[in-house]
């Protein structure tokens, strides 16, 4: 059976099964809740009983499921941003809206939260992760209706807003004398210039 498994990962295939899934549901539990020094192999072997090859068959490594614990808190974050998005709302509105409410999600969730959103994968298009994209893919859909200027690079505007959301929201995160309304505007000060460079 292990002999099977080996074989279709190294195919690069995934192997999608309950316990992929209980591996995944574990790691986030562990991640969020204490940390991603805490989230070992070692650990998840003990806590699920069961062999490290039972994890190597389905992951490559620890890092790899790093990333998808931050996948997991990402889309919880971008999941809650958008409940604060009006379809009827101009898209500047909307944009602004999204990203206070993105901000005040890492900022109400603990450290380690806040450290997931902050890890991206390297590809040939750059670095990139789930809130990236969304920034990225709500740009490109200005550019449509009219509101982005075509000449924008929507996946360099979306990484430096990422930058700005997820570096202050850190600095929030690891200094107490460092009050949350004086993070938001510095925040949204960059963001609006980030957005008046991209109005048409």
Known sequence: MNGVMDMAFSKGKRIEDETSKRIVDLAVNIGCREGADALTVTRLCRELSCDRRVI???FRDIDEINMIVAQR?????????????DPHAP???NFMALFKAAFAYIYEKNAYFQHYTTLYRVTDRGVGNEV???LADLIEEGKTTGDVRVETDSCMAAGNIWIIMTGIG????????YQYQDG?????????AILACMKP
Not at 78 to 84: F, L, Y
Not at 184 to 192: C, P, Q, S
């Open 73 to 85: 808190c990402n889309e919880e974050l971008m999941a809650k941003a958008r409940t604060a998005v």
């Open 91 to 93: 898209f500047y509105d």
């Open 132 to 134: 990236l994209q969304a």
């Open 184 to 192: 938001l505007d510095t925040a949204l000060y960059g963001v609006r």
């Open 56 to 58: 190597y068959n389905r």
């Open 170 to 177: 850190g600095i929030l995160a690891a200094n107490a004398d």
